[in-house]
């Protein structure tokens, strides 16, 4: 049996992604900081080790015996392993330096990543810069690398579903920026889809992919779908301007949990679209997308 490792698999898709790889037959190994927390939140199938991308020795111990990584770190989240004056971008960039390290050490050649879309070198977004770094490291380090671009995930636990569906209930929507900004969703299934079907097809080597469905709606528009699929009114909408909300960015970010600068550099992109070119990935990979609307009833069931 196939042995591979999942970093980030306590988080949304990484959780998704482990179950469908035991269900396809793999051994699964995830690396944890809290192996009692993961354990709880993992089957009981997976081989859980302490590993933390930020600690190479871990990473390397991981990574051994293992024939390919899937990445699906959300750096968004607080990283305990950041060096003092790092940011949450450099933390990744670091991260994944390590695994390069970990899989060259131990003749790993399969790398799978997950991004997101809009990821570009001249975007205001600190993080997406450092995204665009990660991915060109990654390209250019000599091994078999698929990189997936996703937009918003639909599944429960994305911090960008939850909220839309958050402000699907309210009678009054609170919505960060103008609301008018596109973007391209994907349901959780169709993402882990990719990534699975990714793993064995040497034409995704080497090549970074936007995904998602056919639809591309505001972020206004997507409360109102959430809306009408929870059987509710669409909302009345309150845009929160960024310039308003930077000076507290700091304080949002303690009440929320998010790394230092977080939030701030969430502002800077909030009114960009993410829409992207996903003819590529399915003339490789075949696959009719999820709709929105039939996504948020799938994310809704799974967590009834």
Do not use: G, K, M, N
């Given at each position: 049996m196939r042995t591979v490792?999942?970093?980030g698999g306590t988080g949304l898709t990484g959780r998704r992604l482990v179950n469908v790889l035991l269900q396809e037959g793999f051994l699964v190994r995830c690396a944890v900081r809290n192996l009692d927390?993961?354990?709880a939140r993992l089957p009981a199938a997976?081989?859980?080790?302490r590993g933390d991308i930020a600690d190479r020795a871990s990473i390397e111990e991981a990574v051994r015996g293992c024939e390919a990584v899937f990445n699906c770190v959300h750096t968004l989240s607080p990283q305990k392993g950041a060096a003092p004056g790092e940011t949450f971008a450099d933390t990744e960039v670091r991260g994944l330096e390590n695994v390069v390290a970990a899989c060259r050490l131990h003749g790993v050649r399969r790398v799978l990543y997950v991004t997101f879309l809009g990821i570009t070198p001249d975007t205001r977004s600190i993080w997406a810069r450092g995204r665009w770094k990660a991915e060109q490291m990654l390209l250019g380090s000599g091994l078999d690398v698929t990189i997936l671009r996703p937009g918003q995930i639909v599944g429960r636990g994305g911090f960008g579903f939850d909220t839309t569906l958050a402000n699907a209930r309210r009678r009054v929507?609170?919505?960060l920026g103008s609301g008018r900004n596109r973007m391209q969703n994907i349901a959780l299934d169709d993402l882990v889809h990719y990534l699975?079907?990714?793993?064995?097809e040497p034409r995704t080597f080497g090549r970074a992919f936007d995904v998602g469905g056919?639809?591309?709606f505001t972020t206004d528009e997507m409360v109102d779908v959430a809306a009408r699929v929870l059987g509710r009114r669409p909302p009345r909408k309150l845009h929160l301007l960024p310039w308003l909300l930077a000076p507290f960015a700091g304080l949002f970010e303690r009440l929320a949990g998010l790394p230092r600068g977080a939030f701030a550099d969430l502002l800077l992109g909030v009114d960009a679209d993410l829409v992207g070119d996903v003819g590529p990935i399915r003339a490789i990979i075949p696959l009719t997308p999820m709709p929105y609307a039939q996504a948020v009833e799938r994310a809704l069931a799974a967590d009834a």
């Open positions: 490792l999942v970093l927390a993961a354990r997976a081989e859980l080790v929507a609170l919505i699975v079907r990714s793993l064995d056919d639809e591309a």
